[in-house]
T-cell receptor, first 114, second 113 residues
Framework: GEDVEQSLFLSVREGDSSVINCTYTDSSSTYLYWYKQEPGAGLQLLTYIFSNMDMKQDQRLTVLLNKKDKHLSLRIADTQTGDSAIYFC??????????????FGKGTKLSVIP | DAGVTQSPTHLIKTRGQQVTLRCSPK?????VSWYQQALGQGPQFIFQYYEEEERQRGNFPDRFSGHQFPNYSSELNVNALLLGDSALYLCASSAPTDTYEQYFGPGTRLTVT
């Protein structure tokens, strides 16, 4: 079955790097995602990676995918107080005809200490 | 360019009542998915609409139903509300060529008393 696991909390100092980890169980996942949710808000798509890639970099964000271990990580360089939020890992699989359903973890709450 | 919009922002209902939530997708998007996010949890997939038909459904009872209109906007209906239906309901839309990229709206916070 599908299951996505994340640690619940992470605390870092401003200016340091943050690394948020995620494991997933479904080896047929096509895309893996990182979403950000600020208090009282919806989900913001930060980045995603196709399952045949190992790494993707986008400005301060680096995503690493270890498909053998079913492990995904998000590294945020030079973490700022504005990065404080809940970060969700998600996987998706194609259900055919261009349809994708996302399965989310419970989220990691990132707290940035000034 | 307006993103995904949802209405209302907040809603309070009583057990047993029915509720309708609305979603307008991002411009150029034709596929709408609905998710339920309970407090402290990740979003859970309810269903997805494309070409005015339910294309995919998650593990939710028949009390949850939906509709998609010709302009691609969508409604989520929940009948016979239970206390456990209290949650943030999120709508996500995606484009015809990039259905794996789902963009979320701000959500509707439903409280059932």
């Amino acid at each position: 079955g599908e299951d996505v696991e994340q640690s619940l909390f992470l605390s870092v100092r401003e200016g340091d790097s943050s690394v948020i980890n995620c494991t997933y169980t479904d080896s047929s996942s096509t895309y893996l995602y990182w979403y950000k949710q600020e208090p009282g808000a919806g989900l913001q798509l930060l980045t995603y990676i196709f399952s045949n890639m190992d790494m993707k970099q986008d400005q301060r964000l680096t995503v690493l995918l270890n498909k053998k271990d079913k492990h995904l990580s998000l590294r945020i360089a030079d973490t700022q107080t504005g990065d404080s939020a809940i970060y969700f890992c998600a996987e998706s699989m194609s259900a055919g005809a261009g349809s994708y359903q996302l399965t989310f973890g419970k989220g990691t709450k990132l707290s940035v200490i000034p | 360019d307006a993103g995904v919009t949802q209405s209302p922002t907040h809603l309070i209902k009583t057990r047993g009542q029915q509720v309708t939530l609305r979603c307008s997708p991002k411009s150029g998007h034709d596929t709408v998915s609905w998710y339920q996010q309970a407090l402290g949890q990740g979003p859970q997939f309810i269903f997805q609409y494309y070409e005015e038909e339910e294309r995919q459904r998650g593990n939710f009872p028949d009390r949850f139903s939906g509709h998609q209109f010709p302009n691609y906007s969508s409604e989520l209906n929940v009948n016979a509300l239970l206390l456990g239906d209290s949650a943030l309901y999120l709508c996500a839309s995606s484009a015809p060529t990039d259905t794996y990229e789902q963009y979320f709206g701000p959500g509707t916070r439903l409280t059932v008393t």
